[in-house]
């Protein structure tokens, strides 16, 4: 398995541009989630999803959208890039019955991203 | 709500000596509580996690924390660290059934040869 992928792995974009940051999961996890990190923060949790067709909002969604037409993939939007979101981006899953206890998340290696 | 606060932003130890990292939690619930490990430029992974079983927790790579209810500390030891151990460590906490996890600042860890 290669767990939690993601790309790119660095960009840098300009303000006003778009772009999407994709990632996959080949873990079969029902829950998916996008976390950004701030230098000196823990990860803040922008997005997320329980399944194919449902997505809500986590800590930090304003200037971001995402969808999740399938189990595998959860990519997320920046419309119009501002130097707010210059950030390391984190995409992580879980698989999260519904009586399981607790949460345990794998994380994907991260989009480092600059925008200017 | 579930809240943790990483006591020491940075810790720097010799190679060989025991590692203390701290980490004091808040929760409404009986939390679930986890240490993830991120080295340089990868993503996070799981060192250890505490479920309301045991009270002293044992993780890959000789990590082990314990869960000190009276005292809402789950702090992670090692007692003998590698250069290998240099990384960022982030103390989370979650309530159970629950999928938001919340995260410490993070410590540092730098090891001297």
């Known amino acids: 398995n290669a767990g939690v992928t993601q790309t790119p792995k660095f960009r840098i974009l300009k303000i006003g541009q778009s772009m999407t940051l994709q990632c996959t999961q080949d873990?079969?996890?029902?829950?998916m989630y996008w976390y950004r990190q701030d230098p000196g923060m823990g990860l803040k949790l922008i997005y997320y999803?329980?399944?194919?067709?449902?997505?809500d909002k986590g800590e930090v969604p304003n200037g971001y959208n995402v969808s999740r037409s399938t189990t595998e993939d959860f990519p997320l939007r920046l419309e119009l890039a501002a130097p707010s979101q210059t950030s390391v981006y984190f995409c992580a899953s879980s698989y999260t019955p519904r009586d399981k206890a607790y949460n345990e998340q794998f994380f994907g290696p991260g989009t480092r991203l600059t925008v200017l | 709500a579930q809240s943790v606060t990483q006591l020491d932003s940075h810790v720097s130890v010799s190679e060989g000596t025991p590692v203390l990292l701290r980490c004091n939690y808040s929760?409404?619930?009986?939390?679930?509580l986890f240490w993830y490990v991120q080295h340089p430029n990868k993503g996070l992974q799981l060192l250890l996690k505490y479920t309301s079983a045991a009270t002293l927790v044992k993780g890959i790579n000789g990590f082990e924390a314990e869960f000190k209810k009276s005292e809402t500390s789950f702090h992670l030891t090692k007692p003998s660290a590698h250069m290998s151990d240099a990384a960022e460590y982030f103390c989370v906490v979650s309530a159970p059934n629950d999928y938001k996890l919340s995260f410490g600042a993070g410590t540092t860890v730098t090891v001297r040869a």
């Open positions: 873990m079969n996890h029902n829950y």
């Open positions: 929760s409404s619930y009986s939390p679930s």
């Open positions: 999803s329980v399944g194919a067709g449902i997505t």
